[in-house]
């Protein structure tokens, strides 16, 4: 299995910067595309931003800008740096990797971590 634990959300007021972590952890072996994803109370999840291997990043129109994903391969860690924050960007924040495992037999699928509020006050 593959753990995903983010860190770094909170409460922040409307212009401020927050900057979100997600490391994986557990039977890795490899990591592909890695991904942040929000949902705001009442709505469906969104994807945020993505990021594959080489770096090469994708961003929601709502965040481009603003927001800058970046990951440290070395670490199996995605981070997620949220400036000029609004206060429609509240919301829990998922991160997601496409994995495989040790395990014989095993194939590339998603995980998902268990989400951190981001909280922007107006």
């Known amino acids: 299995q593959v753990q995903l634990m983010e860190s770094g959300g909170g409460l922040v007021q409307a212009g401020g910067s927050l900057r979100l972590s997600c490391a994986a952890s557990?039977?890795?072996?490899?990591?592909?595309?890695m991904a942040w994803h929000r949902q705001a109370p009442g709505t469906q999840r969104e994807l945020v931003a993505t990021?594959?291997?080489?770096?090469?990043?994708n961003y929601a129109d709502s965040v481009k800008g603003r927001f800058t994903i970046s990951r440290d391969n070395a670490k199996n860690t995605v981070y997620l740096q949220m400036n000029s924050l609004k206060a429609e960007d509240t919301a829990v924040y998922y991160c997601?990797?496409?994995?495989?495992?040790?395990?014989?037999?095993?194939?590339?699928?998603?995980?998902w971590g268990k989400g951190t509020l981001v909280t922007v006050s107006s």
């Open positions: 557990g039977s890795i072996f490899s990591i592909n595309a």
């Open positions: 990021i594959t291997t080489d770096g090469t990043t």
């Open positions: 997601k990797a496409n994995a495989r495992t040790t395990d014989w037999g095993a194939y590339d699928r998603h995980y």
